[in-house]
């Protein structure tokens, strides 16, 4: 612990995820002194950044995503070489959903306006191409080859550990609760440990982001659910692995749910395939614990068994992560709306819209903290889109 552990630094992030990490990343590259805090001892499993696998895509609905997701590529590439280490496996994502439907065609229109590399399927080549699937009478499918696997856990580590923000100056204080937070030209930070100033504060709190906006008299519409992450065992160990270079899915809708249901392939417990129902039920990010719903489970069980029939219909692992979710389901990059030191980085529904994203958004928060004009056109993200909704006590 540096002697600059306690007292001033031009930049404190507030949540080690993704985002916060990357943001520290990129300050402690732009030769910013810089601190990031978290509550937990890191690594944990309490947020949203945790596990092995995330997908990583161009497939959107939103052209905007879709040009971001451009720079992010190059932004991920450019991470392995700095460290050395695989953090991406091309495997493509399969997205399937009635021809018709506004969601589907959607992501289609988008791909093939941004031109990004694809491969329409019909129902006479799709067990061509993709075996051990069942395509529902009325569905199209295409595959996004562009995306992948992201190591998540490895990505975590090689950010916040390695030389690329350690070595670069950066401080991180893990197992420190942020208890009170006082606004001014000057920002202080007290903590369950000390108390720090920093000219400028970035919170990136996932599902604690609206507790500690209470210290600055905001409140978010923020909703965060608890996500069952199940896994389903193969019955022929490996027909669905990333080694025979089965796909990332996405169903866009189907008989069952109007709710995406996503999938990656077999790898991080082997022979266990992650599918996952893309919604889930109300909780308090502290006693998460206590809900239990279980009717997403439910949902996937009949429709694993009526599409994946290589798989047994009753997940073998389920896990759980917190998604923290905002009324039109994008995210919050933005100021606040009282203090332009303070910047927003909330609302990163994890499989949809958060993981893969780390670098751009870490690059768009330092560039708001350091007062630079964004990159990217950040109206579809800003605080003011909620209006009434947005509480202020200010």
């Not at 329409?120 to 996004?144: C, M, R, Y």
């Not at 978010?220 to 025979?244: A, T």
């Not at 995406?260 to 039920?281: A, D, F, Q, R, T």
């Not at 599409?307 to 009324?327: D, K, N, Q």
Request: aromatic letters at 10%; a positive charge; one cysteine or more.
């Amino acid at each position: 612990k540096t002697a600059q552990t306690n007292g001033d630094f031009d930049c404190i992030v507030i949540g080690a995820g993704v985002q916060g990490s990357f943001t520290a990343y990129q300050l402690a590259k732009k030769n910013k002194k810089t601190l990031l805090l978290e509550q937990f001892v890191l690594p944990h499993s309490r947020g949203s950044s945790h596990g092995q696998t995330r997908i990583i895509r161009k497939a959107y609905e939103q052209n905007f995503y879709t040009h971001m997701m451009e720079e992010c590529y190059e932004l991920w590439a450019q991470l392995e070489r700095e460290a050395g280490v695989k953090l991406y496996r091309q495997t493509g994502l399969l997205v399937m959903g009635p021809e018709k439907s506004a969601n589907y065609q959607n992501i289609k229109d988008t791909l093939q306006r941004n031109k990004v590399p694809m491969v329409v399927l019909t129902h006479d080549n799709f067990s061509q191409h993709i075996p051990n699937v069942n395509l529902a009478k009325g569905d199209e499918a295409l595959v996004d080859t562009t995306a992948g696997v992201l190591f998540a856990d490895r990505v975590l580590k090689t950010v916040q550990v390695t030389e690329q923000f350690l070595k670069l100056g950066g401080v991180i204080r893990d197992n420190e609760k942020v208890t009170d937070i006082k606004p001014g030209p000057v920002v202080r930070v007290s903590t369950s440990v000390g108390v720090y100033h920093a000219k400028s504060l970035v919170i990136t709190a996932g599902p604690w982001a609206n507790k500690l906006l209470a210290n600055t008299g905001l409140q978010l519409p923020l909703e965060v659910v608890k996500i069952n992450v199940c896994y389903w065992k193969e019955k022929v160990p490996g027909s669905y692995g990333m080694k025979q270079r089965f796909p990332c899915f996405v169903q866009t809708e189907c008989l069952e749910s109007k709710v995406h249901i996503y999938g990656l392939p077999s790898n991080e417990y082997p022979g266990l395939m992650k599918v996952c129902y893309h919604m889930g039920s109300k909780t308090d990010p502290d006693q998460r614990d206590l809900q239990k719903d279980k009717s997403d489970i439910e949902i996937l069980q009949h429709y694993i068994a009526r599409c994946f029939p290589g798989l047994v219909p009753e997940p073998a692992i389920v896990e759980s992560c917190l998604y923290t979710l905002t009324p039109d389901h994008h995210f919050v990059l933005d100021y606040h709306p009282a203090y332009s030191n303070i910047m927003i980085g909330a609302g990163f529904f994890r499989y949809s819209h958060g993981f893969k994203f780390g670098p751009i958004i870490g690059k768009l928060l330092c560039e708001l903290s350091l007062g630079e004009v964004p990159s990217y056109d950040l109206s579809p993200f800003h605080i003011r889109r909620f209006q009434s909704k947005t509480r202020s006590a200010l």
